[in-house]
C-alpha cells in the first residue's frame, strides 16, 4: 500500500517519520499477534487483550472494528480509505460513534493485518479505541471556524493525543478514560461527562490554559464532572493531567469494574482529598520534564493553521437569492448551515439521520462522495461530531447552493441538523453484544412520529438520546428526552428520562417512570412533546418549559395521577 | 420442557455458528440441535473442546423453542443474532437463502 498524503490546506496532523514508523511496527506486531491466534499458539484468552488494544471486538454477528478518529478530524483521502475498506472487508458501509470515531460491524479477524496495513497508509489505526488506556481524545466540530472559540482546541487534542499514545504509565489504568476538550464557552464536546474535560481559555495577558473538569461519565453511575481547577497554564497541561492519571492509578479502584472509573473516586471518595492528591503529584513532578515546549505546541500549531480564506464580504447574494428561490434549500440551510469566523464562509453539518434510517450509518459511496465535495468545497477536511454527523467546517457561502444539491443527490441532505429528528443512538441490540435492547429502530420510528418538517422547526431544541444499556453509549442521560432500553425477561423495554443537558451547565436526565414496551414508549415521547408544546412560554425550549413546570405534569400524562 | 442449543463466534471469520446435530457447527439456527438440560451440558462441554482447538469463540448455551421442528430463540438477542440487524434485512443471516447456508 502507497503511503498517501493528506490535501495541503487540511486541518489534521501530518504524520512525520517516526510515526509512521511506529504505525508500521505496530502493524508488523498484529499481523504476528493474528497469525499466532489463528494457528493456535495463542488462547482466546491470551489473545483477547491484544486484539482489543487495536480495536477489534467481537460483537453479536461478527468482529467489530473500531477505528480511531482524532478529534473527529479526517484528511479526504482517509475518508476514502475508509470507504475502500468498507467496501473490501465490510459490507459498504460503516457507522460513526458518538466518540467520533468509525466502526465497521462485519468484520473477518484473518482479515485484519491488511486492514491495518490500509489504515497505517492513510495515518490511521485502531489504537486507543478499547481498552482501560486513554481513548481517543474529542473535541468540538467547529474548531477552528466558530466564531465564538478562544483557542483552537485541536492544536491541544493532538498534543494530549501525542503524550497518551501507548504511554506505559497509562496502559493498564483501573478503566477505560476519556478526554473531551473545547476551547469555547459554549461547549460542543461535552466536557462534563468525561473523566478529564479541559475547558481552554485565556487570561487577561492573552495567555492560554485550561480549566480542568474530573469525574465526569455514563455509564450506570452518572455524574457531571467538577472543576479541579480553574486555570492550568498551557506549559503545565501534561504535568497536571499526568498528576490526576498517577492519583487515579494509584487510588483507583480495581476491585470492582462497575466502581473503577475515576467519578467514582472524584464523587465517593471525596473531592477535596482528590484534588489534594492531586496537587501534591503536581508540585512533586511539575518541571523541566513535563513542561510543555512552546516549541512544540508552535509547530503543532502548524498543522492546524487557518486555511488560505479568500478575502469576501459577509454576506453573500448568491446564498440569499438561493435561499428565496429554493424553499427547500432554505430549509436546510436554516438547520445545516451556521456561522464561520473567516467573512463570506459557512460551517455545514451534513445530517447522518435520514428519517427512518440507521442513526450515524454511511455508505463507502456516500464516504468517497462527501470526501469529493470536501476537497472542492472545504480544504479537504471533513469531521465527525460526537452526534453522529459530519461537519464541512469551510464553506464558501457562494458555494452552499451547489454543496446541498450534490449532497441531496447522495441521500446526505436531510434537514434535521439541531431538530428533533436529529437523535442519538447506539447500535443497539441490533449489534452490540453488550445491550439488552435495540436502539435503533426506536430512533427510527420516533424520526417518523416527528418527520413533518413544519412540527420539527416548531419543536425546535430538543435533543433525544438513546442507548441500549446502561453503559449509555448513546448519552441517554444527557437527553432533554433520554431512552434507556432494558431486557425484562427477553423482551425490551425503554426508561424515560428528561431533562438531560450536554452543554457546561450540564444535567443527568431524571426518570420519569416505569420503563415501557416499544411501542408505548414512542407514544410516551410524543405525549411529552405535545405537553411541551402546550405548556410552553414564548422563547422557551424543552428544557426551560421542564424546568418552570417541573416532572410533574409530564408524569401525570404518561401514567396518570398518582 | 425447556429447550437449549449451543451458540459460538467462528474464530477466523466471527461469524456466529451453533452446533449442530452431528456436532459439526453450522451456520444458521434452524439446522441447530436442541438439546434437554442434561444433553445440554453434555454438548456444552463438547462445544468447549472445539473452542479450546480454535475453531471456535465464545461458547454458550440458549433457550429454545422446537417450532416444526425447527429450533427457534426465545430471546430477542439470540433471534436477532440468528437473523441479522432488525433494521437491515439486506444484511447477516436473513440476506442468505436457507439452502445456501446449509
Keep these: ?562 | 420442557m425447556e429447550l437449549k442449543a449451543i451458540t459460538a463466534n467462528r474464530l477466523r471469520d466471527g461469524a456466529v455458528v451453533w452446533l449442530g446435530p452431528q456436532g459439526d457447527w453450522v451456520e444458521r439456527v434452524e439446522l441447530a440441535a436442541a438439546f434437554d438440560d442434561a444433553a445440554a451440558k453434555v454438548a456444552l462441554a463438547e462445544a468447549e473442546k472445539s473452542a479450546a482447538a480454535n475453531v471456535v469463540v465464545g461458547v454458550y448455551a440458549f433457550e429454545v423453542e422446537v417450532v416444526d421442528g425447527v429450533p427457534k430463540p426465545l430471546r430477542q438477542r439470540e433471534r436477532i443474532r440468528a437473523q441479522g440487524p432488525s433494521i437491515r434485512t439486506d444484511v447477516g443471516k436473513q440476506a442468505d437463502a436457507l439452502d445456501r447456508a446449509a
Excluded at chain 1, 77 to 102: S, V
Excluded at chain 1, 477 to 491: Q, R
Design chain 1, 1 to 562: 500500500m502507497t503511503y498517501l498524503a493528506p490535501k495541503r490546506h487540511a486541518g489534521v496532523y501530518r504524520y512525520d517519520e517516526i510515526d509512521r514508523q511506529f504505525l508500521n511496527e505496530r502493524v508488523a506486531e498484529y499481523r504476528g499477534q493474528v497469525a499466532r491466534r489463528l494457528s493456535g499458539a495463542l488462547t482466546e484468552d491470551e489473545f483477547k487483550p491484544l486484539r482489543l488494544m487495536n480495536g477489534l471486538y467481537l460483537q453479536l454477528h461478527a468482529y467489530m472494528l473500531r477505528i480511531a478518529i482524532p478529534y473527529g478530524a479526517l484528511a479526504t483521502h482517509q475518508l476514502r480509505g475508509l470507504a475502500r475498506i468498507g467496501r473490501r472487508w465490510d459490507k459498504g458501509y460503516g457507522h460513526f460513534t458518538t466518540r467520533q470515531n468509525l466502526q465497521f460491524h462485519w468484520i473477518r479477524l484473518e482479515d485484519t493485518p491488511e486492514i491495518m496495513a490500509e489504515l497505517a497508509a492513510i495515518d490511521m489505526h485502531a489504537i486507543q479505541t478499547s481498552g482501560n488506556c486513554i481513548r481517543n481524545v474529542t473535541t468540538d466540530q467547529f474548531a477552528g471556524a466558530a466564531p465564538d472559540e478562544v483557542v483552537d482546541p485541536r492544536v491541544y487534542a493532538e498534543i494530549l493525543r501525542q503524550w497518551s499514545t501507548i504511554h506505559p504509565e497509562f496502559t493498564y489504568l483501573p478503566r477505560k478514560f476519556k478526554i473531551a476538550i473545547t476551547g469555547s464557552a459554549n461547549d460542543r464536546a461535552a466536557i462534563r461527562v468525561h473523566d478529564v474535560g479541559l475547558l481552554a481559555k485565556r487570561n487577561e495577558a492573552g495567555e492560554i490554559g485550561f480549566a480542568v473538569y474530573v469525574g465526569g461519565g455514563l455509564g450506570r453511575t452518572p455524574y457531571l464532572g467538577v472543576k479541579v481547577s480553574d486555570w492550568v497554564g498551557e506549559q503545565d497541561l501534561i504535568a497536571y493531567l499526568e498528576a490526576i492519571l498517577r492519583v487515579y492509578n494509584q487510588f483507583g479502584r480495581r476491585d470492582n469494574l462497575y466502581k473503577a472509573r475515576i467519578k467514582i473516586l472524584v464523587h465517593q471518595g471525596g473531592k477535596q482529598k482528590f484534588i489534594d492528591n492531586v496537587e501534591a503529584e503536581f508540585a512533586r513532578i511539575r518541571g523541566p520534564k513535563y513542561r510543555l515546549d512552546p516549541a512544540i505546541v508552535e509547530a503543532i500549531e502548524r498543522n492546524f493553521a487557518p486555511p488560505p480564506f479568500e478575502e469576501l464580504p459577509p454576506y453573500s447574494e448568491a446564498f440569499d437569492r438561493a435561499k428565496r428561490e429554493d424553499a427547500a434549500f432554505a430549509v436546510w440551510a436554516r438547520n445545516s448551515v451556521r456561522d464561520h469566523r473567516a467573512p463570506g464562509y459557512a460551517s455545514v453539518t451534513i445530517s447522518l439521520k435520514p428519517i427512518g434510517g440507521v442513526t450515524g450509518d454511511i455508505t463507502s459511496d456516500q464516504m468517497d462522495t462527501v470526501a469529493d465535495l470536501a476537497d472542492r468545497y472545504s480544504f479537504g477536511e471533513v469531521r465527525v461530531t460526537h452526534e453522529q454527523n459530519l461537519v464541512l467546517a469551510h464553506v464558501r457561502q457562494d458555494d452552499l447552493f451547489d454543496l446541498w444539491k450534490a449532497l441531496d443527490a447522495a441521500g446526505l441532505g436531510t434537514p434535521n441538523a439541531g431538530l428533533i429528528t436529529d437523535l442519538i443512538t447506539c447500535p443497539g441490540l441490533d449489534y452490540c453484544s453488550l445491550a439488552n435492547a435495540r436502539s435503533i429502530p426506536i430512533g427510527q420510528e420516533i424520526q417518523k412520529r416527528f418527520a413533518d418538517q413544519q412540527r420539527q422547526q416548531d419543536i425546535g431544541d430538543l435533543k433525544i438520546k438513546m442507548s441500549g444499556c446502561i453503559n449509555a453509549c448513546g448519552h441517554h442521560h444527557l437527553g432533554a428526552i433520554g431512552i434507556l432500553g432494558v431486557d425484562k425477561k427477553g423482551e425490551e423495554f425503554y426508561q424515560i428520562t428528561l431533562g438531560g443537558n450536554a452543554e457546561l451547565d450540564g444535567a443527568i436526565g431524571d426518570i420519569v417512570g416505569a420503563a415501557l414496551p416499544p411501542d408505548e414508549a414512542v407514544d410516551a415521547v410524543e405525549s411529552i412533546v405535545d405537553l411541551y408544546l402546550e405548556r410552553r412560554q414564548p422563547g422557551e425550549r424543552f428544557l426551560d418549559t421542564l424546568a418552570r413546570i417541573g416532572m410533574g405534569p409530564f408524569k401525570e400524562k404518561l401514567y396518570g395521577a398518582a
